[in-house]
């Protein structure tokens, strides 16, 4: 079946819509992270860049590191957000852009997120990593496709019992990383841990500057949750869809986390583009192994 031009949008010189770029510029290792401006900090340990390309919040490199392809790329904050990059790096992949049919063999992209995160548990201190084992969508997106068989439902739905949570917001989901790349990533200096993603960086993370929020007492409920060991250890923006659409699309993807604040303690570390490049190097040095 064909793709019609109102859902695969193509741009006048063959690129995707809102990535603007074309199905040679995409690497099969992918590095996600949410600000453009990490793209140059990233980009700048290449040793060989192909391409540069901007467009809206998405930022694009691809080039070596070492003798790896990377695409490094930015998706802007938040799953609304991951629901575009994803779907479009999928279909970058995955689609023929002439016949705009879906390939008959589909193949598969390593995806690794590099993120700025809040921990909630004062024993993950801040300028430590965090490498999410599993992502909590407190979100809502994944809701919008066929994915329950994707869900740890148990999990969630303990989540929901434990916390209270209001049946006003969306139901929680939870998606498992990638097992191998988790392996990995692994070191003892890395916290494994479930990873929150909201649908905001204020309220929906229990900030008050000026609003009030119905529950003040919500970070303490979610960081007090426990299910078989397993505790909420951070909160961030992204990880949640990025390991839903990843499943569904047949993708590898782990989230790694460098903790700017820690919010059981209200610290915010003092150099937080210092723990980012930190955690840059470990994920470059990774992926090269
Ligand atoms: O540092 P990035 O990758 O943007 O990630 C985190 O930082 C942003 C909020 O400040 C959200 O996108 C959150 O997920
Ligand atoms: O507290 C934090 C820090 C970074 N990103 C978030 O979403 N929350």
């Known amino acids: 079946m064909t793709i019609l031009a109102s859902e695969l949008i193509l741009n006048p010189d063959g690129s995707i819509y809102h990535l603007g770029i074309k199905p040679e510029d995409l690497a099969d290792t992918v590095i996600v992270v949410g600000d453009p401006g990490r793209v140059p900090t990233i980009s700048r340990h290449f040793n060989k860049i192909e391409i540069k390309k901007n467009k809206r919040e998405f930022c694009t490199h691809t080039g070596f590191y070492k003798s790896k392809r990377i695409t490094v790329m930015s998706t802007g904050m938040g799953t609304d957000n991951i629901d575009i990059a994803f779907t479009e790096l999928d279909a970058l992949k995955n689609i023929n852009f002439s016949t705009r049919r879906i390939k008959e063999e589909q193949s598969s992209l390593e995806i690794i997120r590099i993120g700025t ?5 004062k024993n993950i201190p801040v300028d430590s990593f965090v490498a999410s084992e599993y992502g909590l969508g407190l979100d809502g997106l994944m809701h ?3 994915s329950e068989h994707i869900f740890e439902k148990e999990i969630a739905d303990e989540f929901v019992r434990q916390t209270g949570w209001s049946t006003k917001k969306a139901y929680p989901y939870v998606v498992k990383g990638d097992g191998s790349l988790l392996e990995k990533f692994m070191s003892p200096e ?15 993370q229990g900030r008050v500057l000026r609003l009030g929020i119905p529950d003040p007492d919500m970070n303490d409920k979610i960081a007090a949750f426990s299910f078989q060991n397993k505790v909420v250890t951070n909160f961030e923006m992204e990880t949640s869809a990025i390991y839903g659409m ?3 699309l047949g993708h590898r993807a782990l989230s790694m986390n460098a903790v700017i604040a820690n919010r059981a303690t209200g610290n915010f570390s003092s150099d937080p583009k210092k723990v980012v490049a930190n955690l840059v190097n470990y994920c470059l040095e990774k992926l090269a192994s």
């Open 144 to 146: 919008f496709y066929n």
């Open 117 to 121: 995160t809040g921990s909630l548990q």
């Open 190 to 204: 890395v916290n494994k841990g479930l990873t929150a993603t909201n649908c905001g960086f204020y309220g929906p």
């Open 246 to 248: 990843s499943k569904l």
